[in-house]
């Protein structure tokens, strides 16, 4: 069916950057959309179109883009003006989505809620931690970070005893962080669970084991390995999200607690309540050192936040991962731009959802100051495209 005109659509547009869609009802957008829709939804509430959109909807030589849209509860596909400013949602960023960040930057003029620059420096483990360790303080909470390279001896850096976080330099690159033990034997093992009957894999030497992390993982960075606090063997990290407002003034806009399975070394972790709510159980393993650990967690996420929106040209908002150690320490874990949506959504209260979107919304407004005066914009939609529910 030919193309049919739509009303025209007064500028800015919102766009959302995410991963390609699954196109399945109710999980357009992978695990970001019920998220996603409620940020479409909001920014329709308060008058500004918005559609959703992956790096390969983007037609250059058109200068349009085949974007997603929410109509009567539906989603359906349309053709949309390019975005002035741009949301990403982008849990792994690859090279073809920062290429096409920059176009629209560099190309269109569209504004980014985050720089391209920060998205590439999440996607980096490495370059995230040596920019986090050039502040005097953020430094001080992180375990020195070694990445393993080819020249490198393994038995030289497990000459000390002590055991280490394995992780991926690059996000994607496997999911669970792992440890790396010696025993007396002079055996090297991965750990994942200190319990579990697979939870070991052994390695009789320093070759063999160098394999299987280089085609398992790629490049890889170690650290040394703090024990958690936990509770009922389940340790614990806690999340805080960082945005800019109205004002453009970095705000904590919500800190969740996230736990990993019981007798878990490291890996990955599950959003069970907002902080408040998980005050009273780190009260009792904390004692009188709660305050000052969750001062702490604050002072650590508003200074990784302003570091990286200097060092990236540009952030507007970021979630910050804490490792609290069994003695009462704060550990920098990790840096994600889409961590606080993933984070959120899986709450049982909306609150923390909505005081996200609306602080990001404030802030997208603040960002129309910058942009030339808006204007009308023709757009066209195929008629009878796909329509999804959810």
């Avoid at 109710?26 to 940020?39: K, N, Q, S």
């Avoid at 269109?108 to 999440?122: F, K, R, T, Y």
């Avoid at 991926?168 to 093992?189: D, T, W």
Wanted: overall charge positive; some cysteine; glycine content about 8%.
């Amino acid at each position: 069916m030919s193309p049919q005109r739509l009303p025209r659509l007064t500028l800015p547009v919102l766009g959302i950057l995410t991963e390609p869609h699954h196109e399945r009802d109710g999980d357009a957008f992978g695990p970001l959309t019920t998220f996603i829709r409620d940020v479409v939804e909001a920014a329709r509430m308060v008058g500004r179109p918005a559609y959703v959109f992956s790096s390969r909807d983007v037609l250059r030589q058109r200068t349009m883009v085949w974007g997603w849209s929410r109509t009567n509860g539906r989603w359906s596909r349309d053709f949309f003006p390019v975005p002035r400013i741009v949301y990403s949602q982008l849990t792994r960023p690859t090279r073809q989505d920062l290429e096409i960040l920059r176009w629209l930057r560099e190309h269109e003029g569209s504004l980014c809620v985050n720089h391209p620059d920060l998205d590439a420096i999440v996607l980096d483990l490495w370059r995230l931690l040596h920019i986090a360790m050039s502040h005097p303080t953020v430094s001080r909470d992180i375990p020195e970070p070694v990445l393993l390279k080819a020249n490198q001896s393994l038995e030289q850096l497990l000459s000390d005893g002590r055991t280490y976080v394995v992780r991926p330099r690059f996000r994607g690159h496997g999911q669970p962080a792992i440890c790396l033990m010696e025993s007396p034997q002079g055996e090297l093992s991965l750990v994942t669970h200190r319990d579990a009957p697979d939870g070991t894999q052994v390695f009789h030497s320093s070759v063999a084991l160098r394999a299987h992390l280089e085609q398992r993982y790629g490049e890889v960075i170690l650290q040394p390995f703090e024990e958690p606090l936990r509770y009922h063997r389940h340790p614990i990290l806690v999340r805080s999200i960082w945005q800019r407002n109205g004002l453009r003034q970095w705000q904590e806009s919500a800190a969740v607690a996230r736990i990993g399975s019981a007798g878990a070394m490291a890996g990955q972790f599950t959003t069970v309540s907002e902080l408040d709510r998980f005050q009273p159980i780190l009260q009792e393993l904390l004692g009188r050192r709660l305050h000052s650990t969750l001062y702490q967690v604050k002072t650590l996420g508003g200074a990784i936040a302003r570091l990286l929106h200097e060092r990236s040209h540009g952030a507007g908002e970021l979630a910050v991962d804490c490792w609290l150690t069994a003695t009462g320490g704060v550990r920098l874990y990790d840096v994600t731009t889409a961590g606080g949506g993933l984070a959120v959504r899986q709450l049982r209260q909306p609150t923390a959802k909505q005081r996200m979107i609306e602080t990001m919304l404030a802030y997208v407004r603040s960002l129309e100051d910058v942009l030339p005066a808006a204007t009308a914009l023709e757009v066209q939609s195929v008629g009878g495209s796909q329509v999804l529910q959810g």
